[in-house]
């Protein structure tokens, strides 16, 4: 009445095959699963909720050594309070944000695309981008259909292990790019191959 296992099980489905298909699985789920978090994020989020949390950003990023020399010489500073990333093996990032002259705002923009590497559940971060030149600017404000990170001006990452070598006068990359109010196990933010796109919250 017992048969062996063994003998039921089809040879294709071999550790390797099983392996082959198990991993695209997992990858489309962690997709699925970052992509849910977009649609709620962005039907929350208003012009009232995003200038909220970018000013409570701003106030942040002030205080932080890394970021203050970077405020005087930039010609506009986009900030994205919370940029959430989920999945695993590939997850996939959302953000939303405004794009500041001075201390006023002109625009509003999301950041969305593809992260890759080992995320553990959902994670969240700040981001902040200071566009130093006009020419770089320029980039971000005449991309109709966005500005995809790594195919224009060059954005450098700033941590907090050269905020002692930061200053007005050392200044010379087009963009740099600030994380803050990490939350999760990502070790940092992935930037390359994200799309930056001017939106119009209600």
Do not use: C
């Not at 002692?164 to 740099?176: C, D």
């Amino acid at each position: 009445m017992h048969e062996d296992i063994a003998t039921n099980v089809r040879p294709d489905l071999t550790r390797r095959a099983l392996g082959g298909r198990l991993l695209p699985a997992l990858a489309l789920a962690g997709l699925a699963g970052a992509a849910a978090l977009r649609p709620r994020r962005a039907e929350a989020a208003t012009r009232a909720e995003i200038d909220a949390e970018v000013n409570a950003a701003l106030l942040r990023l002030r205080g932080m050594d890394n970021a203050r020399p970077l405020f005087g010489p930039a010609k506009a500073v986009l900030v994205f309070p919370r940029v959430i990333s989920g999945g695993f093996i590939v997850g996939g990032q959302y953000g939303e944000g405004a794009l500041l002259r001075g201390s006023t705002i002109v625009g509003y923009y999301n950041i969305a695309g593809a992260s890759l590497g080992l995320l553990a559940g959902a994670q969240s971060a700040g981001l902040a981008m200071f566009f130093m030149t006009d020419a770089a600017l320029n980039t971000l404000l005449n991309a109709a259909d966005g500005w995809e990170i790594g195919t224009g001006p060059s954005v450098v990452v700033l941590d907090q292990g050269v905020q002692a070598n930061v200053t007005a006068t050392t200044l010379a990359e087009p963009v740099y790019a600030i994380t803050f109010n990490q939350q999760g196990l990502m070790a940092a933010l992935a930037l390359n191959g994200t799309k930056i796109t001017r939106i119009n919250p209600g």
